[in-house]
């Protein structure tokens, strides 16, 4: 019998700089931290949240190596310094990505299959992504169980939203749970909150946690490290914790083949690392 799938949580928007590598360093940090051996991808060749985690770029670790098979993702793992949490570091090489994947037979499944090598190790594998739609986004899409999209209040991001949800439906992936939220949110602007509440009533799916526009936030690429392991009891930290619990809520329904049994395996309380 096969070891359980690890369950796959993408953090994806065709839109650069709403928030998807803030977002996905944090919520896979909260993740660990709960005590599910997780890893974190950083597919963006700009390396944010390589950055974030203060890892590095492996050496020989181009996306061609990957694909051709001559390296395989557990080789290239990195430790974080905070329990149950790894690191599979960006490269240079991913600005190039999607040509490398459209050489190859099957492109829009190599991801899931490079995944598998992970399913013995982790419970959870996030996916930071880089902005824009490419083979490689659609790979991400078609590999995750659940697409976490981080929304700046303008009329673009709906426009962007309904096209995401049609895309997935023509594709026919019903396991693929989206869950959008809103970033970078002002409340004291009116159009983000008209906007806002017209996402809600034509999304049901949206998350209710909204990440305000904060320094405090912001400042968290200057401290690289996740909000909870520097400042556990800060509003900010307190925020993504909510955003997190809903998360594991929405998706405590998308059972696939025991994806549980590694979930809660631990009972580490994930600290910060001696940086
Ligand atoms: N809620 C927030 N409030 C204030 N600043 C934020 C917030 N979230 C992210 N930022 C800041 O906005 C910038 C972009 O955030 P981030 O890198 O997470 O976005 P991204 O979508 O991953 O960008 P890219 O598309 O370039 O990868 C960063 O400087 C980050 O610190
Ligand atoms: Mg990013």
Known sequence: ??????????????????????????????????????????LDSQGGATFALRGEEQSGASARKLLSGKRQLP??????????LDLLPADFSY????????????PTERLLRMSGALREIYGALFLD???????????VLRAADVAIVPLVPTPLSLRM?????????????QDL??????????????????LIAEARAQFPQMLTTEVP?????ERLTVRRAPLAAVAPASPAAQLYGQLWGEITARTAAVEHAGATSSVGAGDHAAQPPAH
Not at 213 to 217: A, F, G, K, L, R
């Open 1 to 42: 019998m096969l070891p359980p799938a690890v369950r796959i949580y993408a953090v994806t928007n065709i839109k650069g700089g709403v928030g998807k590598t803030t977002t996905a360093v944090n919520l896979a940090y909260l993740c660990a931290a709960g005590g599910c051996p997780t890893v974190l991808w950083d």
């Open 75 to 84: 080789e290239l793992i990195l430790a974080t310094g905070y329990p149950g």
């Open 95 to 106: 600005r190039n990505f999607a040509v490398q994947l459209a050489q190859r037979k099957h």
């Open 129 to 139: 992504c880089p902005a824009g739609i490419s083979l490689l986004s659609e790979n």
């Open 161 to 173: 939203l309904v096209q995401l949800r049609d895309f997935i439906e023509r594709e026919g992936w």
């Open 177 to 194: 749970k989206l869950l959008p939220f809103f970033s970078m949110v002002d409340r004291r602007r009116s159009l983000h909150r008209e």
């Open 213 to 217: 526009n904060w320094s405090e936030i």
